[in-house]
């Protein structure tokens, strides 16, 4: 257990409205990411964040904003909500600070649906 | 640009039968290599790894063999059980562009009694 929690678990929103999704880590990770998952795509990357204010774009990053004001907590906000969004979004950390220490452990999902 | 390939699913096994989900990668460089876990309403758990060409990651009964020769990453286990039932995910993750997972699509496991 990597310590990460996610909220809300579920949430059903309209189109247009803006969300915000919430990670929590209590184990002072440096990085944290943002994955969503769709079925015949696996899991893809959101953004991510390499440290307090520090944050870069993934393959799908379009629609998606993140922030990241202290080390435990990494918000992702979708700014206007379309039905494109509809997925299941996971968190993760990346445990370890060696050169190859490269494991990433996740939290239990957001499931959200946008109608 | 980095990729991940699985061999389509879904996979149905009677139990204590071989199992085999065969994944190959393309990457620049020298990646490490992952085998994820979903179990039905869950999030990923890592299954093992490999950072390094020729080394086999193992946990739980399952192995996996990091062969950079052949750009591949091929899960087994010996004898499956109804409690593997899941949905199993190859990934590939390299120290730049901060370490992100790179997924193959997934393949459904299903063992039956």
């Known amino acids: 257990d990597a310590g990460i929690t996610q909220s809300p678990r579920h949430k059903v929103t309209e189109t247009g409205t803006p969300v915000t999704l919430r990670c929590h880590q209590t184990?002072?990770?440096?990085?944290m990411y943002w994955y969503r998952q769709d079925p015949g795509h696996g899991l893809r990357l959101i953004h991510y964040?390499?440290?307090?204010?520090?944050?870069d774009k993934g393959e799908v990053s379009d629609g998606y904003s993140v922030s990241r004001s202290k080390t435990e907590d990494f918000l992702l906000t979708l700014e206007s909500a379309t039905s494109s969004q509809t997925s299941v979004y996971f968190c993760?950390?990346?445990?370890?600070?060696?050169?190859?220490?490269?494991?990433?452990?996740f939290g239990p999902g957001t499931r959200l649906t946008v109608t | 640009g980095n990729s991940v390939t699985q061999m389509e699913g879904p996979v149905t096994l009677s139990e204590e039968a071989f199992l085999t989900i065969n994944c190959t990668y393309t990457?620049?460089?020298?990646?490490?290599l992952f085998w994820y876990v979903q179990y039905p309403g869950e999030g990923l758990q890592l299954l093992l790894k490999?950072?390094?060409?020729?080394d086999k990651g193992s946990n739980k009964g399952f192995e996996a063999t990091y062969r950079k020769e052949t750009t591949s990453f091929h899960l087994e286990k010996g004898s499956v059980q109804v409690s593997d039932s899941a949905v199993y995910f190859c990934?590939?993750?390299?120290?730049?562009?901060?370490?992100?997972?790179?997924f193959g699509e997934g393949t459904q496991l299903t063992v039956n009694p």
């Open positions: 990934a590939l993750s390299r120290m730049a562009s901060g370490s992100r997972l790179t």
């Open positions: 184990e002072n990770h440096r990085y």
């Open positions: 993760a950390i990346r445990a370890g600070a060696g050169p190859t220490s490269y494991e990433q452990y």
């Open positions: 990457a620049t460089g020298y990646p490490s």
């Open positions: 964040s390499y440290g307090v204010k520090d944050t």
């Open positions: 490999a950072t390094k060409a020729d």
